[in-house]
């Protein structure tokens, strides 16, 4: 798991560092906000751990910036600001957790697992498809930038069996079966529907295989 750290107290910065290292986690640390977005531009991360006054960017005005760019990622502040009005405009803004400083090393460590699980329980439902697309599995929605993307039944059918399914492929028989109540309709008025499917989404995420069936890829 990769974590990026945004503290300018240098011992603090380096002791998080150390001990979330040492127990596992990959870590890069930073005291710049402009410095911290331009490694998050670069490379993936799991989880943030933002201080909130840093320099160039504050911990706050960076993740609003990463919101506005629908880079979602969950984030943690560690303060020592007690203003109900900053750690409330911290959770408008989408973070998951807020330590007060000081705090036990150890401290840190259990919000990140508790987050962790929390993160584990959504991601069994719900099935990345792309970097705007996902679809919720246990509520049978397909969410655009995290807004319901409303379908007609049979194409709502059809999208729960390709989620059900990425990177696998879905034939017809399993179309005929799930779809159309195993009625045997032709491959021609299959093929229609799945057109009709596609041209209802924003991106193409289905891709034919020709003969066989079809396949959602993950962008």
């Not at 020592?80 to 750690?87: C, G, K, L, V």
């Not at 099935?127 to 969410?143: A, C, F, G, I, T």
Request: negative net charge; aromatic residues 10%; glycine residues 2%.
């Amino acid at each position: 798991m990769r974590v990026l750290l945004l503290e300018d107290e240098l011992m603090l910065q380096s002791a998080i560092a150390e001990y979330l290292t040492s127990t596992g986690y990959i870590v890069d640390a930073f005291e710049d906000g402009e410095e911290a977005y331009e490694q998050i531009k670069k490379t993936s991360y799991d989880l943030f751990v933002f201080d909130i006054n840093t320099p160039s960017i504050d911990g706050l005005s960076l993740l609003e910036k990463l919101q506005k760019e629908k880079i979602h990622i969950p984030t943690i502040f560690i303060s020592a600001i007690t203003q109900i009005e900053q750690i409330s405009k911290a959770y408008e803004l989408g973070c998951y957790d807020y330590l007060k400083k000081p705090f036990h090393l150890k401290e840190l460590t259990l919000h990140i697992e508790r987050l962790l699980k929390m993160a584990d329980i959504q991601s069994k439902s719900m099935v990345k498809l792309s970097r705007m697309y996902s679809y919720d599995l246990e509520k049978n929605r397909l969410l655009f930038d995290n807004v319901e993307q409303e379908l007609k039944p049979k194409h709502q059918q059809i999208m729960h069996l390709l989620a059900s399914n990425v990177e696998r492929i879905v034939d017809f028989d399993m179309l005929r079966y799930y779809v159309w109540d195993d009625i045997h309709v032709d491959a021609a008025t299959i093929r229609a529907e799945m057109h009709r499917v596609r041209q209802a989404l924003k991106e193409d995420l289905i891709v034919s295989i020709k003969g066989i069936g079809y396949k959602l890829t993950k962008q």
